[in-house]
Protein backbone atom coordinates (compact mmCIF):
# COMPACT_ATOMS: atom_id res chain seq x y z
CA UNK A 1 0.00 0.00 0.00
CA UNK A 2 1.14 3.13 -1.01
CA UNK A 3 1.35 5.81 1.66
CA UNK A 4 -0.19 9.07 1.31
CA UNK A 5 1.23 12.54 2.88
CA UNK A 6 -1.18 15.24 3.15
CA UNK A 7 0.04 18.60 1.38
CA UNK A 8 -0.53 20.72 4.07
CA UNK A 9 1.95 18.13 6.06
CA UNK A 10 4.18 17.66 3.49
CA UNK A 11 4.42 21.79 3.33
CA UNK A 12 5.23 22.01 6.62
CA UNK A 13 7.84 19.67 6.80
CA UNK A 14 9.55 21.21 3.83
CA UNK A 15 9.15 24.92 4.91
CA UNK A 16 12.24 25.19 6.83
CA UNK A 17 14.52 23.40 4.11
CA UNK A 18 13.37 25.88 1.42
CA UNK A 19 13.64 28.96 3.73
CA UNK A 20 16.67 28.14 5.51
CA UNK A 21 14.98 28.93 8.53
CA UNK A 22 12.97 26.62 11.66
CA UNK A 23 8.95 26.93 11.70
CA UNK A 24 7.94 29.70 14.08
CA UNK A 25 5.09 28.11 17.06
CA UNK A 26 2.25 27.99 15.12
CA UNK A 27 -1.25 29.67 16.98
CA UNK A 28 -3.18 27.44 19.29
CA UNK A 29 -6.57 26.95 16.63
CA UNK A 30 -3.81 25.93 13.85
CA UNK A 31 -2.12 23.19 16.12
CA UNK A 32 -5.72 21.96 16.63
CA UNK A 33 -5.75 22.06 12.88
CA UNK A 34 -2.65 20.31 11.93
CA UNK A 35 -3.32 17.37 14.42
CA UNK A 36 -6.51 16.72 13.61
CA UNK A 37 -5.12 16.96 10.09
CA UNK A 38 -1.86 14.40 11.77
CA UNK A 39 -4.40 12.29 13.50
CA UNK A 40 -6.70 11.46 10.49
CA UNK A 41 -4.04 10.56 8.24
CA UNK A 42 -2.30 7.93 10.74
CA UNK A 43 -5.70 5.79 10.10
CA UNK A 44 -6.12 4.80 6.33
CA UNK A 45 -9.47 2.88 5.18
CA UNK A 46 -8.93 1.86 1.74
CA UNK A 47 -11.39 -0.36 -0.82
CA UNK A 48 -10.69 -3.52 -1.76
CA UNK A 49 -11.28 -7.47 -1.98
CA UNK A 50 -10.29 -10.50 -1.13
CA UNK A 51 -7.55 -10.70 -3.96
CA UNK A 52 -5.89 -7.73 -2.20
CA UNK A 53 -5.42 -9.15 1.16
CA UNK A 54 -3.70 -12.55 -1.24
CA UNK A 55 -1.29 -9.63 -2.71
CA UNK A 56 -0.20 -8.35 0.25
CA UNK A 57 -0.05 -11.90 1.90
CA UNK A 58 2.63 -12.45 -1.54
CA UNK A 59 3.70 -9.19 -1.35
CA UNK A 60 4.94 -9.75 2.38
CA UNK A 61 6.77 -13.57 2.53
CA UNK A 62 9.33 -13.47 5.21
CA UNK A 63 6.51 -11.71 7.99
CA UNK A 64 3.87 -13.09 9.37
CA UNK A 65 0.28 -11.75 8.27
CA UNK A 66 -2.62 -12.00 10.33
CA UNK A 67 -5.86 -10.55 8.83
CA UNK A 68 -8.71 -9.71 10.89
CA UNK A 69 -12.43 -9.99 9.51
CA UNK A 70 -14.60 -7.83 11.59
CA UNK A 71 -17.97 -6.11 11.44
CA UNK A 72 -19.19 -2.73 13.04
CA UNK A 73 -22.62 -5.07 13.67
CA UNK A 74 -20.37 -7.71 15.18
CA UNK A 75 -19.67 -7.23 19.52
CA UNK A 76 -17.31 -9.88 19.59
CA UNK A 77 -15.43 -8.62 16.27
CA UNK A 78 -15.39 -5.16 17.91
CA UNK A 79 -14.14 -6.44 21.75
CA UNK A 80 -11.60 -8.40 20.15
CA UNK A 81 -9.90 -5.79 17.62
CA UNK A 82 -8.01 -3.57 20.33
CA UNK A 83 -6.04 -7.49 20.37
CA UNK A 84 -5.22 -6.67 16.64
CA UNK A 85 -4.03 -3.46 17.50
CA UNK A 86 -1.61 -4.91 20.81
CA UNK A 87 -0.41 -7.41 18.68
CA UNK A 88 0.97 -4.56 15.85
CA UNK A 89 2.36 -2.51 18.53
CA UNK A 90 4.38 -5.68 20.34
CA UNK A 91 5.47 -6.57 16.69
CA UNK A 92 5.97 -3.67 14.28
CA UNK A 93 8.67 -4.95 12.16
CA UNK A 94 8.09 -8.73 12.14
CA UNK A 95 3.82 -9.20 11.65
CA UNK A 96 1.43 -7.69 9.19
CA UNK A 97 -1.73 -7.04 11.10
CA UNK A 98 -4.48 -6.00 8.32
CA UNK A 99 -8.07 -5.39 9.17
CA UNK A 100 -11.18 -6.43 6.59
CA UNK A 101 -14.24 -5.02 7.48
CA UNK A 102 -17.46 -6.67 6.18
CA UNK A 103 -20.09 -4.15 6.98
CA UNK A 104 -21.27 -3.86 3.01
CA UNK A 105 -24.06 -6.26 2.89
CA UNK A 106 -24.95 -5.74 -0.76
CA UNK A 107 -27.80 -3.42 -0.36
CA UNK A 108 -28.19 -1.54 -3.28
CA UNK A 109 -28.40 2.35 -1.89
CA UNK A 110 -25.82 1.46 0.56
CA UNK A 111 -22.84 0.89 -1.49
CA UNK A 112 -19.74 -0.44 0.19
CA UNK A 113 -18.75 3.60 0.81
CA UNK A 114 -21.66 3.88 2.51
CA UNK A 115 -20.34 2.48 5.64
CA UNK A 116 -17.43 4.41 5.36
CA UNK A 117 -17.49 6.78 8.00
CA UNK A 118 -18.60 4.51 11.12
CA UNK A 119 -15.53 2.11 10.09
CA UNK A 120 -13.42 4.82 9.71
CA UNK A 121 -14.59 6.26 13.37
CA UNK A 122 -14.07 2.80 14.95
CA UNK A 123 -10.60 2.70 13.27
CA UNK A 124 -9.24 6.25 14.66
CA UNK A 125 -10.43 5.13 18.20
CA UNK A 126 -9.13 2.04 18.16
CA UNK A 127 -5.92 3.83 16.80
CA UNK A 128 -5.24 0.61 13.99
CA UNK A 129 -2.37 2.89 11.84
CA UNK A 130 -2.13 -0.87 9.94
CA UNK A 131 -3.51 -1.84 6.78
CA UNK A 132 -7.24 -1.45 6.77
CA UNK A 133 -9.73 -2.46 3.81
CA UNK A 134 -13.38 -2.23 3.51
CA UNK A 135 -14.32 -5.05 1.34
CA UNK A 136 -16.47 -4.11 -1.86
CA UNK A 137 -17.91 -7.34 -2.25
CA UNK A 138 -21.20 -8.39 -0.92
CA UNK A 139 -20.60 -9.79 3.12
CA UNK A 140 -22.78 -13.04 1.63
CA UNK A 141 -20.53 -13.55 -1.53
CA UNK A 142 -17.67 -13.16 0.63
CA UNK A 143 -18.42 -15.42 3.57
CA UNK A 144 -19.42 -18.23 0.65
CA UNK A 145 -16.21 -17.67 -1.18
CA UNK A 146 -14.26 -18.18 2.18
CA UNK A 147 -16.11 -21.24 3.33
CA UNK A 148 -16.45 -19.06 6.61
CA UNK A 149 -19.96 -19.18 8.68
CA UNK A 150 -19.65 -16.01 11.26
CA UNK A 151 -17.57 -13.99 12.08
CA UNK A 152 -14.65 -12.56 14.48
CA UNK A 153 -12.23 -14.57 11.85
CA UNK A 154 -8.64 -14.39 12.09
CA UNK A 155 -6.58 -15.67 9.46
CA UNK A 156 -2.93 -16.07 10.30
CA UNK A 157 -0.45 -16.31 7.41
CA UNK A 158 3.37 -17.93 7.91
CA UNK A 159 6.72 -16.47 6.62
CA UNK A 160 5.84 -19.04 3.96
CA UNK A 161 3.28 -16.68 2.76
CA UNK A 162 0.74 -19.87 3.75
CA UNK A 163 -2.38 -19.93 5.67
CA UNK A 164 -1.02 -21.68 8.97
CA UNK A 165 -4.66 -21.14 10.52
CA UNK A 166 -7.85 -19.43 10.70
CA UNK A 167 -9.46 -18.79 13.65
CA UNK A 168 -13.46 -19.19 13.76
CA UNK A 169 -16.22 -20.16 15.31
CA UNK A 170 -15.21 -24.35 14.18
CA UNK A 171 -12.78 -24.04 17.37
CA UNK A 172 -15.65 -23.33 19.91
CA UNK A 173 -14.78 -26.01 22.79
CA UNK A 174 -17.10 -26.59 25.61
CA UNK A 175 -17.13 -24.80 28.47
CA UNK A 176 -15.50 -21.32 26.89
CA UNK A 177 -17.79 -18.21 25.74
CA UNK A 178 -15.48 -17.23 22.76
CA UNK A 179 -13.82 -19.49 20.07
CA UNK A 180 -10.80 -17.37 20.65
CA UNK A 181 -8.90 -14.32 21.98
CA UNK A 182 -5.92 -12.68 20.94
CA UNK A 183 -4.31 -12.89 24.36
CA UNK A 184 -5.11 -16.71 24.81
CA UNK A 185 -4.88 -17.89 21.18
CA UNK A 186 -3.81 -16.18 18.30
CA UNK A 187 -0.78 -14.25 20.09
CA UNK A 188 0.40 -17.38 21.33
CA UNK A 189 0.13 -19.07 17.77
CA UNK A 190 1.91 -15.98 16.25
CA UNK A 191 5.01 -15.77 18.39
CA UNK A 192 5.45 -19.43 17.65
CA UNK A 193 5.79 -18.43 14.18
CA UNK A 194 8.25 -15.55 14.62
Known sequence: MISRVHPVLLSLALLPVLSGAWLAPLPADEKSAAATVAASESVMLSAGTWKDIEALVAKNKGKVVVVDVWSTSCAPCMQEFPGLVNLHNAHPKDVICVSFNVDYVGIKNKPADFYRPRVETFLKKQKAVFVNILCTDES??????????????VYV???????AKRFDESLLQEGREEAFTYKADIDPFVKGLL
Open 157 to 163: FGKDGKL
Open 140 to 153: DKFFASQELSSIPA
